[in-house]
């Protein structure tokens, strides 16, 4: 084991315990010094700031400066139903408030402002940025930055549509050494960013290939194309989503069966967050931005997509880069 | 009943610094109302095997939802379940790994139908003679030693029968533990040092044949370990001794060592060793001969750590730190927030199939570490009933037994309460009433069965012999067994140390088992991956009574929850009952939160 930097206090060494028997004293030392920016407070999103802060990350940025409206909330239990307190703020401020209360030792701090204009000079002060709720176009821009970044900046963006969720990661080029009968392996991963994935030709992916994975890809176009609000689609859409679909499969030669109109139709419809997916989510999220912090574990590479309809928690390799 | 420890704040989200020393079931109840203030809640504070939790209790739920972290309050709650035909909600997590199973009467299997792993257990000659692995150290240090210092002197022990021979007389032995009365604290302590990893093992040294195959241990005595001179201590233990609090004692304090994560030396080991004991006798005299080893107790922690490193240093076996150490003493158990998010809403999707009985989509669910065709989060259908689950289908066990030998005792010890998880027994044979416990008998026969327990089964008022058949049941867990006798003269005592041997309760044929979900592995392949029984610090039971209020969330509801708080999942400890009903316009719910479970994790050395 290398040393390197302070040792962890009395206090965190007690409060830390289960989880350094887990990814050992360096990992948790990694961990307290990183710095972690998170967009869009919904429950996914939320469930994933709670597991790192109680974790143990260095510091937390929040980024969300809508008001508190009772469907910002449904997935939310951070903020306190109390329409007293929630009055005027906003859903950053209120989220960091009840994180700082969760772990003292963790700094917890609101970013105000629009995702779409932090510059590159903001990110690459940060160790892993996740986003969420914003629209296509922030998404690669966002994750372009983190990129021009001179040191490495973890990005992630993870939505939650009906009861399925999607987790993309960008490690850009990650080394890590793992154990395997007691030898030592070197590990190398290249990623692709979000743009240069979602634009990998359908037919060159394996047919079973999650369809999940189409289906969120046609909604997000759609948003697009409609320049609506994230997520701001509903089950009358479908007609549209449909012709869309039709659109996308014949231009990128896929047999439309692969996009389950069923399934269109639940993300769609889908007007609240469903809280156990958001911990489910927001508990492999958490666990992914801990793995690539510490170097410790197999970073998943690239998509996690998991339907709570058939409880399958699937791992997507989409990318034209071979490893 | 359990209450909050502060290593369970990097996980259980719903408790703070402020609420160490709190219950769980009660905190995590005030903790979800400031977020969902039109629940009901009812929290217990209580063991979920008391008695107040019988069937009728358990019938007003619709779902129960299992976190639990021991083998013996899941067997119990189990049963009840069975009992009640309530469907549970089982599951548990150890580091990244994690599972959810459903278990619904009739339907699925049962949360016995495949036998546990037993804890593991060591020959007694490994832990008092042959150590080959640091965790036998660690057992001798804990079960042995630590017990024969500080815990019930009337107690069994192997420490002496084993590690001195014939060649000391059993008094002799007997003294050498004893403080006498005019003795110096750090003399007493250099004498049991001297003893333990010097004499002792010179003694087992002459046993040549032991060593045959073996290297040989090296006896540590304190003039090797230790400065000529006694070291000079003084100056700290009067620091030390100003501290009023006795559970803040600690030798590595007084001794200016800091770092848990720390390897030490054998003189450090010998330093530690020497101190914690003098610790006890000068600061915590008074519970001295009632002491169990608790990995929360410091000063055992590193009483125990010193001994197994010195013992460990004695037979050629690597070191370990404090921290290392106590996590293997006190069997602690990973524990991460991320898997308990991702187990806690694996619950509850299950519990809203359960409520809405969609039992064709019920699923068990392992969390994986790393990828099994391509699945992380792997969903395996339910298996059925086993048909020779004594549980859930009353099939009849075999006891293999020495009836002229084995008394009631034994028999109510070993396998009833051990082997089928029973707490309060009845044992009948025919309608004759062999043994009974409950609050409202008789003194006569209170007398009788206390009679009873000290009599061979061959001799008991209605004997016992090969060909009895026993009544077993616990009127509690409304659970009930029959159990052929079969008489047996000898037995092997390092592989059958109970001295007798229960059969009959088989795993399902594997041919049964291997009904996956579509596309989905085979279950053993998942069971390889994943430990059955992770015993650990979290989880949750919740029993819920109407579909309805599952229907998406649109619908206001009244529902009726009760958490039983030992739980981890969603950061209780225990069990949460749930009860629902669908009441337009109006949203109160009633949960109920019982901390529990006894958290006595048994552990024998045999």
């Not at chain 2, 309608?431 to 009974?436: D, G, M, N, Q």
């Not at chain 2, 109970?498 to 291997?514: H, I, Q, R």
Request: hydrophobic residues 35%.
């Amino acid at each position: 084991m290398g040393k390197e930097g302070e040792e962890l206090t009395e206090q965190e060494t007690a409060i830390y315990d289960r989880q350094i028997r887990v990814w050992g004293v360096d990992a948790q030392r990694r961990l307290s010094k990183s710095h972690i920016f998170v967009s869009g407070l919904k429950g996914t999103v939320i469930e994933f700031c709670k597991n790192i802060v109680l974790a143990g990350v260095g510091s937390l940025m929040l980024n969300d400066d809508r008001l508190v409206t009772e469907e910002l909330l449904s997935a939310n239990f951070l903020v306190p139903s109390d329409e007293n307190v929630t009055r005027g703020k906003s859903l950053a401020e209120l989220c960091c408030e009840s994180l700082k209360d969760f772990n003292p030792m963790v700094s917890v701090s609101v970013e105000k402002g629009d995702l779409a204009n932090f510059d590159v000079e903001f990110f690459q002060k940060l160790d892993a940025v996740v986003i969420s709720c914003c629209s296509l176009l922030t998404k690669k821009s966002v994750n372009a930055k983190c990129r021009k970044s001179p040191r490495r900046v973890a990005f992630y963006s993870v939505e939650c549509r009906d009861s399925c969720g999607e987790i993309f990661v960008d490690l850009q080029n990650y080394s890590y050494s793992k154990k395997k009968n007691e030898e030592t392996i070197e590990c190398h991963l290249q990623y692709p960013s979000f743009e240069d994935a979602i634009a990998v030709p359908w037919r060159s992916l394996p047919m079973r290939t999650s369809k999940l994975y189409f289906a969120m890809r046609v909604i997000e176009r759609f948003e697009e194309l409609e320049k609506r609000n994230p997520q701001d689609v509903s089950a009358g859409d479908l007609p549209n989503v449909l012709k869309l679909r039709k659109e996308l499969c014949e231009a990128r030669c896929m047999n439309e069966s692969q996009i389950p109109d069923l399934l269109l139709q639940r993300l769609l419809a889908a007007r609240v967050e469903f809280p156990p997916v958001c911990a489910i989510i927001g508990g492999v999220l958490g666990q992914e931005v801990i793995k690539a912090i510490s170097g410790k574990g197999d970073p998943l590479k690239n998509f996690f997509l998991f339907d709570a309809m058939d409880g399958k928690g699937i791992i997507e390799d989409i990318s034209n880069i071979n490893n | 009943m359990d209450t909050i420890e502060v290593s369970n704040l990097n996980r259980q989200f719903l408790f703070r610094q402020k609420h160490v020393g709190q219950s769980k079931a009660k905190v995590a109840r005030e903790a979800v109302l400031k977020f969902k203030p039109h629940i009901k809640i009812t929290p217990y504070h209580a063991n979920v095997k008391d008695p107040e939790f019988n069937v009728d209790f358990f019938k007003q739920f619709n779902v129960v939802l299992n976190g639990l972290d021991n083998l013996d309050a899941r067997r119990h709650v189990n049963r009840l379940c069975l009992a009640s035909g309530v469907p549970l909600v089982e599951s548990g997590t150890t580091g990244f790994l994690g599972q959810v199973t459903v278990h619904v009467k009739g339907k699925t299997e049962c949360y016995e139908c495949q036998p546990k792993p037993a804890p593991k257990t060591y020959p007694v000659c490994t832990i008092t003679s042959t150590p080959t692995k640091f965790v036998h150290c660690i057992v001798w240090a804990k079960d042995l030693l630590f017990a024969k210092l500080f815990g019930n002197k009337n107690q069994e022990n192997d420490l002496n029968v084993r590690s001195t021979d014939a060649s000391s007389s059993s008094e002799h032995t007997e003294d050498v533990f004893e403080h006498r009365v005019d003795e110096d604290v750090e003399q007493y302590g250099r004498r049991i040092f001297d003893h333990v990893f010097g004499y002792n093992i010179e003694v087992a040294l002459r046993n040549e044949e032991t060593w045959k195959n073996r290297n040989k241990p090296r006896p540590v005595y304190t003039r090797d370990a230790l400065p000529p001179r006694p070291i000079e201590q003084n100056g700290n233990k009067d620091k030390a001794s100003n501290t009023g609090d006795p559970s803040s004692v600690s030798a590595m304090a007084s001794l200016g060592l800091k770092n848990p994560q720390d390897l030490w030396s054998l003189r450090e080991n010998s330093e530690v060793f020497l101190e914690a004991l003098g610790l006890f006798f000068l600061k915590r005299e008074k519970e001295i001969g009632q002491l169990g080893f608790d990995k929360d107790d410091q000063l055992a922690v590193e009483f125990v750590t010193s001994a197994a490193n010195i013992r460990a240093t004695s037979f050629g076996i690597p070191l370990h730190s404090l921290f290392e150490a106590k996590g293997i003493a006190g069997n602690i158990v990973h524990a991460v927030a991320t898997t308990n998010a991702i187990i806690a809403g694996l619950i509850v999707l299950e519990a809203m199939k359960v409520l809405q009985n969609d039992v064709k989509s019920y699923r068990m669910t392992y969390c994986l570490e790393h990828p099994s065709r391509k699945m992380l989060l792997m969903p395996v259908e339910p298996f059925e009933p086993n048909k020779s689950c004594y549980v859930c289908s009353e099939t009849p066990l075999t006891l293999e037994i020495n009836t002229h030998r084995s008394k009631l005792r034994d028999f109510v010890e070993k396998i009833v309460k051990a082997k089928l998880g029973m707490s309060l027994p009845l044992i009948m044979h025919g309608v004759a009433l062999l043994y009974e416990v409950g609050d409202d008998l008789e003194e006569d026969e209170v007398a009788n069965y206390a009679a009873n327990l000290d009599k061979v089964l061959s001799e008991l008022p209605s004997p016992v012999t090969g060909g009895t058949i026993l009544t077993v049941e616990d009127l509690q867990q409304e659970l009930k067994c029959s159990i052929n006798i079969k008489h047996r003269e000898e037995f092997d005592e390092e592989k059958e140390p109970d001295g007798m041997v229960l059969s009959g309760w088989t795993p399902a044929l594997a041919t049964e088992k291997n009904k996956t979900s579509d596309n989905g592995p085979s279950s053993s392949n998942a069971s390889q991956t994943v430990p059955l029984e992770p015993e650990d610090d979290d989880e949750i039971e919740i029993i819920l009574k109407d579909p309805e209020i599952l229907s998406a969330g649109k619908k206001r509801k009244s529902t009726d929850i009760s958490v039983a708080a030992d739980s981890e999942i969603s950061s209780v400890t225990g069990a949460m009952l749930i009860k629902s009903k669908v009441e337009a316009d109006d949203s109160h719910s009633d949960v109920m939160v019982d901390g529990n479970l006894d958290t006595n994790k048994k552990k024998r050395v045999q």
